[in-house]
């Protein structure tokens, strides 16, 4: 099985390019100096944790719950690998969870008109 996501990663690879070079310059910087190397590491703990956070109290809200989890172990990720790996993880396991919803679905609207249902008005009708 091929990865449907695989072009968009590639083209968000090369526009990312740039802003990893910047990011890379300025982590090193901040490397250098022990304690502000530890401030910057709590700092992005506590952001990333509280948005992970907020963002699991929203899911059973309407909006975007899983956008924000995503969004906080995105922050995370940046110092911490197995919060890359689990978002990774999640991603591979969300592609598949709508490759398969839409054959779901692809197949449900072929048996319907294969039984010549039409939907009209919210009712099926024979």
């Known amino acids: 099985m091929t990865d449907p996501y695989a072009e968009d990663a590639a083209r968000a690879h090369r526009l990312s390019r740039g802003f990893g070079r910047f990011a890379a310059r300025w ?5 250098r100096r022990p304690w502000l190397n530890t401030v910057y ?15 699991l109290i929203l899911v059973p809200l309407p ?12 922050i995370l990720g940046t110092e911490f690998h197995w919060a890359r790996r689990l978002l990774g ?7 598949r969870f709508w490759e398969r919803w839409n054959t779901w679905r692809a197949a449900r ?6 039984r010549g249902e039409r939907r009209e008005g919210g009712t099926a009708t024979p």
Do not use: C, D, Q, S
């Open 63 to 74: 909006g975007p719950g899983w956008l924000i989890v995503f969004i906080g172990l995105t």
């Open 27 to 31: 982590r090193e910087r901040i490397r």
């Open 89 to 95: 993880w999640l991603r591979r396991v969300l592609a």
């Open 109 to 114: 609207r072929a048996r319907r008109e294969a």
């Open 41 to 55: 590491r709590v700092l992005v703990t506590t952001l990333g944790v509280l948005v992970v956070v907020v963002g």
